[in-house]
C-alpha cells in the first residue's frame, strides 16, 4: 500500500474564513455517473474504432482484448463512485482543458478529463482520449499552473499515443522473441528455472526503458504545450519537485502524546501498554534479496532526471501566483482527504491522518467523528480476521518511527478496546 505523510502546506487561508465557504461534497450522483459513462462509451468507440482500421488480425485482437478490459474496469469504477463530479473541481479542470487546447489548436478534440477520489499526488491517461486527475494534486499542488503542466503532461502521452504504443510493443516482443526463447527454455535438460528468470526479466527491462522514454517524451511535449498558454511552463518543475518530495515522505510526525489525549475514555481509561513495542532488530531485514533489478524495470524515470531534463530547457520563468478559488480547491480536497481514503477502504492511513489533524488542532471534531467510522470498520475487519487488508505491518526498513509506533499501537488493542472507541466516537458525534 503506498500513502504518503500529507503535510501541512502554508496557503494563506485562515481556517475561520475557510470553515464558512467548506461545502461536503455529493459524489453519489448517480444521474451524473451515468451522462459520464455515456460520454466515455462513445469516446471508447471511436478508440476500438482507430484500433480495428489501423492492426492486423493477431495484433488488433490482443489490442480489442486488453483495452476492452480496460473499459470494462473503469466502467466499474465509474458505477463504483470512484470519481468526483463535484462542479467546483470539474469547471477547474475542464476551464484549464480549455485554455490549454484553446492556445495549442492541433491537439486532440476529444480530450475528456475527469477526477478521481484518490490522494495520492498522480495523474494518468487512459490511452484513448481520458485523462484522470487525483483529487490529491489539488490537496499538494500550490496552484493551478502547476495543475495544468502535469495535465500537459498527459496530453503529451496521448499526442504519442504512448498507451496504444505499449500495449503494441509488448504484443511485438511476446511475437519476435518469447515464443521462441520460451521454446528454447523447454528445450533445456537443466536450470530451466534460472532460463525462464532471465527471459522475463529480459521482457520487462525492455518494457521499462521504452516506458521510460516515453515519461520523457510527454514531461517536453507538455512543457511545449504549456509554453503556448498563459500558463508558466517553469511550474511544471515545480510540480515535480512536489511529486518528488511526498513520494519520498512517508507516514510521520505522530506525536506518542496524542493517544493519551485521543484515547483515554471515561469507560475505557488508557493503557500504557498499548504502546508497547515488538524489537524488530532480531530480524534480518536483509535475508530476501530481490532477484530483479526494480531501477530497470521501473515505469517512470527518476524525478532527479525529469527535472534536469526540463530545466535543461531554460526553464526559468517566475514562479506562479496562487489564486483564491485554487486556494479553496486546496482546502477542500485536504477535507476530503479522510473520506476518500474511506471509500477506499484504507482505514489504517485514514485514522493516522485523523489523528494528525487531531494533534495539530485542525477541525478537531470533524475528524473524531471520523474516528468513530472508522474505528467501527476496523471493530469488524478484527472481528472478521481481515484486519491486514485494511491496515499496515510493521516494517522497520521502510516505515517511520512514529508510523512504527501507530501501528504497534493499532495492533495492541483488542477486539473489546476497539469496540469502546468506536462506540465512543460514534456516540461523541451524535
Known amino acids: 500500500m503506498k500513502q504518503f505523510f500529507m503535510g501541512m502546506l502554508f496557503i494563506g487561508v485562515s481556517w475561520g474564513s475557510w470553515a464558512q465557504v467548506y461545502i461536503p461534497m455529493d459524489t453519489l450522483d448517480s444521474k451524473t455517473r451515468q451522462l459520464y459513462i ?211 515522505l512517508r507516514f510521520k510526525g505522530l506525536k506518542t502524546t496524542i493517544y493519551k489525549q485521543v484515547f483515554d475514555l471515561p469507560k475505557q481509561p488508557f493503557n500504557e501498554k498499548w504502546l508497547a513495542r515488538e524489537d524488530f532488530s532480531v530480524y534480518n531485514q536483509y535475508k530476501y534479496v530481490n532477484t530483479i533489478d526494480k531501477d530497470s524495470i521501473a515505469s517512470h524515470p527518476e524525478l532527479d532526471e525529469r527535472i534536469q531534463n526540463l530545466t535543461a530547457a531554460g526553464n526559468t520563468a517566475a514562479t506562479a501566483v496562487v489564486s483564491q478559488d485554487f486556494l479553496i480547491l486546496k482546502q477542500i480536497a485536504k477535507r476530503e482527504q479522510v473520506p476518500n481514503l474511506y471509500f477506499a477502504e484504507d482505514y489504517g492511513a485514514a485514522v493516522y491522518i485523523s489523528l494528525m489533524n487531531i494533534q495539530s488542532g485542525e477541525d478537531v471534531d470533524y475528524y473524531k467523528n471520523w474516528l468513530g467510522k472508522l474505528f467501527n470498520r476496523i471493530y469488524d475487519a478484527r472481528k472478521t480476521y481481515k484486519l491486514n487488508r485494511y491496515l499496515d505491518t510493521v516494517t522497520p526498513k521502510t516505515q517511520s518511527d512514529s508510523y512504527q509506533q501507530y501501528l504497534s499501537f493499532m495492533w495492541n488493542l483488542s477486539l473489546v478496546e476497539v469496540k469502546n472507541i468506536a462506540d465512543y466516537y460514534a456516540n461523541l458525534s451524535e
Open 38 to 248: 455515456k460520454e466515455y462509451e462513445g469516446i471508447h468507440r471511436d478508440f476500438i474504432a482507430q484500433i480495428q482500421l489501423n492492426y492486423d488480425k493477431g495484433e488488433r485482437k490482443q489490442l480489442l482484448k486488453t483495452f476492452e478490459k480496460v473499459h470494462a474496469n473503469f466502467i466499474k469504477s465509474i458505477d463504483k463512485g470512484a470519481f468526483c463530479y463535484d462542479n467546483r473541481f470539474v469547471s477547474k479542470l475542464e476551464e484549464i482543458l480549455l485554455n490549454i487546447q484553446n492556445a495549442n489548436p492541433d491537439l486532440p478534440k476529444n480530450l475528456k478529463i475527469l477526477m478521481a477520489k484518490q490522494s495520492e499526488i498522480n495523474a494518468y491517461n487512459l490511452g484513448e482520449g481520458t485523462i484522470v486527475i487525483n483529487m490529491g494534486l489539488f490537496q499538494y499542488l500550490e496552484n493551478e499552473d502547476q495543475l495544468a503542466g502535469i495535465i500537459g503532461h498527459e496530453i503529451g502521452h496521448q499526442v504519442y499515443n504512448h498507451v496504444l504504443q505499449t500495449q503494441s510493443r509488448r504484443f511485438e516482443i511476446e511475437q519476435s522473441k518469447s515464443k521462441k526463447a520460451v521454446k528454447e527454455v523447454k528445450s533445456q535438460k537443466y536450470n530451466r528455472g534460472e532460463k525462464a528468470l532471465g527471459l522475463f526479466k529480459e521482457t520487462l527491462y525492455a518494457e521499462g526503458e521504452e516506458r521510460r522514454k516515453q515519461e520523457l517524451e510527454a514531461d517536453e511535449k507538455g512543457y511545449e504545450i504549456i509554453k503556448n498558454t498563459s500558463y508558466k511552463p517553469r511550474e511544471l518543475v515545480r510540480a515535480f519537485e512536489l511529486m518528488k518530495e511526498y513520494d519520498t
